[in-house]
Structures are given as C-alpha cells and as structure tokens.
C-alpha cells in the first residue's frame, strides 16, 4: 500500500510536525510487524517563504499562501500512484481564511482520503465551520483524539458518527527510556514542577507562578521548569512580551530560585529524558475549549502526575484518578493540589501509576497499528464511493428565506450594500438592485413563498417610479437621505429596469400593478430601440420576452425585440471566430445573460439563426467555466481577453444567476437534459461546488456572501448577491417542479398504455 501523507514534518518546529513524523515511523514500523512494506511519502507544509532540510522521505513541498501549489501538490500525488492519502489538519498551517485553500487540494484527489483532525471547534468561524465540513463530506474517514471531538464533529458540524473513528495522539514508548538526568536544566536535588511547549498567553503559566509562593512556604524545594520557546506567531507580533512579563512576575513574588525559564525547543528524545524527572507536570491553560493537548499526552504516556485545568481534552484523559483538576486561574485551588500532593507521596504515586497504565495505550507502536489497520479497510473502499455528486433535488437545498431580504429593505426600497449581513446606509439604494428585487418578490408571491412578498414588491415598485424621469429614463443611485446622486443612470440600469417591468406586466398579482407597470414601461418604450450595452439590450429582450408572453399580439414591442435580437447578433458576426464564439473580445460580468436572451428571442421569434447563435455561445461560455465537474466564473479582479486566462478572483454571484438562468431556458427550448444538469452545477456555486469549495450561503445570517476572493469568500452579504441567490434557486425550484409535472404525466400515460395492452 502507497501512503501520501500531507501536514507539517521535521525538522521544521512545531507539534504537528513531530506527529507527522511519528505518525510516518509508526505506520512503517506496524507494517514491518505484520509482514508487509507499505510505503510512504510526505507533501511538507511549509510557511511562508521558510524552507527545510528535509529528509528523503519528504517528496514534495507546499508554500502555505500560494493556491497554486495546492494544486500541483493535488496532480502530483494523483500521479504517484498513492492508494490513499492523509491530510493531518490543524488551523493555521494551510493557507487562505482559516485554511480554505487545502479544500481545492483534496477535491481533486483521486483515491481515498483520510483527515486526522487535531482541533474541533466549539464556536467555528464561517470559514472554519464550512472547511471541516466539506473535509468531512470528502474524507472516507476521519480521526480524532477525544470523544469531545466525535460529539463537536456530529453535532456542530452534521457529520455522520461512522466517519469518524478515535484514535489518541500518540507517545513515545517511555517503558524504554532511562532516567538520564539532563544537566543543563540543572534540577538535581529538587522536587520539580513544570509545563512545556510554546510558550503564549493562553498557557496561563501566570496562574502557576502566582500560586508558587503558598506551595514554596511548604516546600522551598520546589522548582517549576517553563521549558520551551515563544510560539514563532506570537515573537512575530509582540516579540518576548509574554515571556518578560512572566519573568516580571517571578520578581515579583521573589520565586528567582523557584522558576526556571528554558527557551528552548527540546527535541523528542531529550524531552522523553526530561519527563522522567518531573514530579508534578501542570497544564494550567486559560479556557476549556482545547480538544487535542499533546504536550498532556506525552506527561500521561510519561506516567508524570498531571495537574490541569479542565479544558476538554484533560476532563478527558485525567478522569478516573489519572490526574487533579483545578478551576481556570484559581491559583489558591492549585496550590492547595500540589502542597497536598507533596505531603502525601503515596497518592502521587498512585496517580503516576495509573497515569502510566492508561498511558501505554498510547504508545506509538500501537497507535500506528491502528492507523494502518484503518488505512488497509479505507484503501479497499469502492470506487462508486469516491464519485462526486451533484445532487438535482430541490429538497436538498437550505429552506428558502426573505429574511435577509427584508433586513436589507427599508421604506425607500432595498439598500445596495452591507457590512458582513448589516446594511450599510451610507451607500444607499440603486435601481439595478431595486428591478431585481421587484422580480423576486413577485416569484415568491407567485408561489405563495412568504406573505410579505406584495408588500416588499411595493417598495420596489415605487422606488422605480422615483427613479424615472420625465423623459423616459431612470435615474440609478439614490443617497440614504434621499437625494438623487446622478442625472442619469447607466444602460445597464435601464434595461435591468425595463426587465423587471416587462416581468410585472406578464405576472401583475393585480389590475393595479399591471397598469402602473405599463406606464412606467411604454414611459421608456421610446429609448429600447436605441440601447446599444450589449448587457443592456440583453436584459430589455428579457422584458420584452415577458411582455409577449401577455400580449403576444403587439407588433411594436415584437419589433423592438427583433431589432434588439439582430443587433446582438451583428456583434457575434464581428467578433467570433473558430475558437472564440461570443460577442466581444472580452468575457467580463453577467456574461450568460448574452445568449440567454437569444434563447428566450428564438422562444418568441422560432428564428433558426438565432437558435444557432445561442447554442453555440452557450457552449462557449460553458468552455469557460466548467472545470472538473464546477463552475470557475471570470473573476472581476482582470477580465478574460481574447486569447488569455481568465482572472478566478472576484467571483460574483450575479455571473451564477445568468448561468442558472442561461441553463434552465436552453433545457425548456431542446429539452436537452444536460442543459438540466447544468443549471444545477451552475447553481450549486452557491452552495460550496466553486474554486473554494466553501459555500456562498450563511445559514446563521441567512444571506449570500458577495463572492469568492483570493484568500475566502467575501463576507459581506449584500443586495446584488442575496437576490441573485434567491433568484437562482426559484429558478431551480421552478425547473425541479416542472420536471415532477412531466414525470407524473408521463407515469399516467405509461399506466394507459399498459392497461390497454392488458384489455
């Protein structure tokens, strides 16, 4: 069996590396025990701009902020002909918010994928959240240390209990490490405290020294060990602050001959050495929420009595008498633990012992037989197992919601922009987003989705009439304190305007919304024909295409679309050629709305040029966008020139809408079903199938993010994007019912036929 295993690796200094290592020795050593030579490489995290000097066994290497590498890291353990792969995940190592960037690199991962997760989060961020669970989708297994974790992982993050195995962090085999004494710490001759690892604020190391001077009354033998650096994150920002302070402190209380600070990192074999001669190790961290403790697993493994505070791993591991417990910053408590276990001897060796016991559970030669044992099982899965999805069923979508709809609206109409899912009024309101705001209030009027639906429609509806002027046209922008910020707004705003009223007209809920819808439309009907924004004429057929479907007898409107329609067409005469079928030399923003409006102009016109023209820049488009089984939209950031990559960056969900759009009239006009299927790839954009794998959703906000930026999504949730979403996913619910209409009657006519071939 071939082992890819991607995390951190010696010698680069940190606990992850040093697991990984063990991790690498242990499973070669498990099989060596069975007979067999499972082989193993590792794809190194390396930060920053840092390089090491790695060991063979170290093939390929990451920069922790380049998306790229993640990639070429993903092709080249496809080629290697690894039969599974470990991703050993904490926060912090891999780059992007919150470490989006390794979901690229695992979705393109072609054999089985296993995830020992070293931290799970009580309280995730959205990033953070969505990342373990796209990890916990992908992965065939996953590993933790605690049953806390299996408890966060299926609740917090819904993901199923037979995933998920426990397996602890591993120890060395102490059972074989002399007590060598280690003379540069210079304890001979004294009852020894102490806490290792990096050293940072949240350790707490101030509860232990301001609990010294009680235990040092009754025991001025005692010396407590600080062994370890500054974590390299923490030197980067405050430098030895921390520890300076803690020096301060010892100063303080007059602990100079108690305290003892060694600012080194000890490598493995010198640290199993030193836990040999500490009497009472404390672990006296500041807050609950750590689910994996190494530096607690080594003092267990050890058989060194243990002091904590009840964060989750140590309730955990020192339950049963294995170890004390005291309350987080109660330095009376803990003083009160040591000096009662220095004056009984006995009991602390009896902790040790049961410490010891339970801690050769841990031992690494048996935790790699585990790992490999779960590999072998993992390695065998079913190939139809690896297969990704995209699931076309509407009911596997997030519950449908206006609420971050109504809190962008106000009585004015629907405010641009928002800071995370908070309004931002300072930028006020525009029309483009107020017409399609207009439109999805009445779909979800339409289908009887939310009962404020008209009322919101309204709003929208007299924002527009605000907008309009005397001659015809509209104004865009409008400030929170009500004052018109241009003399005229932009062709796109018109046509995206003339859009939502050509919508009303063909679906008005009453006699009244008809005729204002009609007043403001044939205000503006003069200036359609001479609109030349491609993006502009595309949505005016939108309107018109709307319009005829009430008044299909209106030989001026159809002449405009026609107009309209061929003006379209004269752009893709001048541009296209063999390889570039589109209208123009660039693919910049709403990009499908281009040949959607050709598929909904041949609906009207049964124009055979038309239909020719859309099919083919659909499948341009569709060239464009769909990689490896998701949509990669042109990012805002550069646009896609004739004959250059296109920027992934700025990825905005209105391109998605045009897409779902796009997709779903191509499937009523051909009834070609991978037009179907297209549309709910195009979709689930929305819902993580993008370059980041992390949906665009916020089911805590009930808002869509902007877009997909280099480093995350961006957070900010507003008007543009919310009703893009809510528009794209009618869209789907609208298709998906009118599938489930053509199987019932196909059914009833399947059950005729065979009952008359029975009589």
């Known amino acids: 069996m071939k082992i890819a295993v991607i995390g951190n690796f010696l010698p680069r200094r940190c606990g992850i590396a040093t697991f990984t290592n063990n991790f690498v020795q242990s499973v070669l050593q498990a099989g060596k025990l069975n007979n067999e030579q499972p082989e193993i490489f590792v794809v190194a995290m390396n930060d920053q701009d840092q390089t090491y000097a790695y060991p063979d066994i170290v093939t390929h290497t990451i920069r922790q902020q380049e998306p790229e590498d993640y990639l070429t890291a993903a092709d080249y353990i496809n080629a290697s002909g690894a039969d599974i792969c470990v991703l050993q ?43 373990v669970r796209k990890l916990g989708e992908t992965a065939r297994q996953l590993v933790v240390m605690s049953k806390m974790a299996v408890t966060f992982l299926t609740g917090i993050y819904r993901i199923p209990p037979q995933k998920i195995q426990v397996i602890h962090h591993g120890v060395p085999d102490f059972s074989h490490v002399e007590k060598d004494d280690a003379p540069k710490l210079h304890f001979e001759g004294r ?28 025991h001025p033998e005692v010396l407590y060990a600080v062994v370890g650096n500054t974590h390299p994150n923490v030197v980067k920002h405050a430098g030895e602050e921390y520890r300076n302070s803690l020096k301060q402190l010892v100063s303080k209380h007059h602990l100079e001959n108690n305290v003892v600070f060694i600012d080194e990192f000890l490598p493995e074999n010198e640290l199993e050495k ?28 050890s058989g060194t009595c243990v002091v904590s505070t009840p964060y989750w791993h140590a309730q955990e591991l020192l339950a049963n008498g294995r170890g004390e417990l005291f309350g987080f910053g109660n330095t009376g408590q803990l003083a009160d633990i040591i000096n009662n276990l220095l004056d009984n001897p006995e009991h602390l060796q009896q902790m040790k012992q049961k410490a010891r016991t339970f ?8 935790i790699g037989q585990q790992y490999l044992h779960m590999m072998q099982r993992v390695a065998e899965t079913d190939a139809l197992l690896l297969r990704k999805f995209i699931v076309n069923n509407i009911s596997a979508l997030p519950a449908f919601s206006l609420e971050h709809i109504k809190r962008l609206t106000d009585d004015t109409g629907i405010i641009e922009h928002a800071n995370y899912h908070i309004p931002n009024f300072k930028e006020g309101y525009c ?17 009887n989705l939310d009962k404020d639906a008209l009322q919101l429609a309204d709003k929208y509806l007299r924002y527009i009439k605000l907008m309009q002027r005397e001659d015809g046209f509209f104004h865009n922008d409008y400030s929170y304190d009500r004052r018109f910020l241009d003399e005229i707004g932009s062709e796109d705003a018109f046509g995206r305007t003339i859009w939502a009223m050509g919508y009303m007209i063909h679906q008005a809920p009453t006699d009244a919304h008809l005729q204002f819808a009609k007043d403001i439309f ?31 007898d209106n030989e001026s409107v159809l002449k405009v679309l026609r107009t309209l329609t061929h003006r379209i067409k004269e752009h893709f005469y001048s541009e296209a050629d063999l390889q570039w079928k589109w209208f123009e030399p660039i693919l910049c923003y709403d990009n499908a709305l281009l040949p959607l409006a050709l598929w909904l102009s041949y609906g009207v016109t049964q124009d055979a040029e038309t239909l020719r023209i859309a099919e083919e820049t659909t499948q341009f488009i569709e060239s464009h966008t769909k990689v490896d089984d998701h949509i990669t939209l042109v990012g805002n950031n550069t646009w896609s020139k004739k004959g250059e990559a296109k920027s992934v960056y700025g990825q905005q969900p209105i391109n998605a809408m045009a897409m779902v759009m796009m997709y779903q009239q191509a499937y009523n006009i051909t009834g070609n079903k991978e037009y179907y299927k297209n549309m709910y790839l195009a979709f689930s954009w929305f819902t993580g199938n993008n370059d980041l794998f992390i949906p665009l959703f916020d089911e805590e906000t009930g808002g869509c993010c902007d877009g997909i930026e280099k480093h995350g999504v961006n957070r900010n949730q507003g008007a543009e994007s919310n009703i893009a979403y809510q528009l794209s996913y009618l869209t789907v619910m609208n298709a998906a019912r009118e599938e489930e209409k053509k199987q019932v009657v196909h059914e009833k006519r399947h059950h005729k036929v065979s009952l008359t071939f029975i009589e």
């Open 89 to 131: 995940h904490e926060f912090g190592i891999y780059g992007g918010d919150g470490g989006v960037y390794v979901l690229a690199l695992v979705q393109k991962l072609k054999m089985p994928l296993v995830v020992t997760f070293h931290t799970v989060l009580k309280t995730p961020s959205f990033h953070e959240k969505n990342i």
């Open 191 to 218: 009852t020894l405290l102490s806490t290792f690892g990096f050293l940072g604020r949240s350790k707490g190391i101030e509860t232990v020294i301001n609990a010294l001077p009680s235990v040092v009354g009754k």
């Open 274 to 301: 030193y836990l040999q001669h500490v009497d009472i190790y404390v672990t006296p961290y500041l807050n609950e929420a750590q689910i994996t403790s190494g530096t607690l697993c080594y003092a267990i493994g």
């Open 359 to 366: 801690g050769k559970k841990m031992y690494w030669k048996f």
């Open 431 to 447: 029309i483009d987003d107020n017409a399609r705001a207009l439109i999805l209030a009445l779909m979800v009027h339409e289908l």
């Open 522 to 552: 044939f205000r503006s009907f003069q200036h359609m024909e001479n609109i030349h924004s491609l993006r502009a004429m595309s949505n005016i057929i939108m309107g018109l295409h709307h319009f005829l479907k009430r008044y299909p």
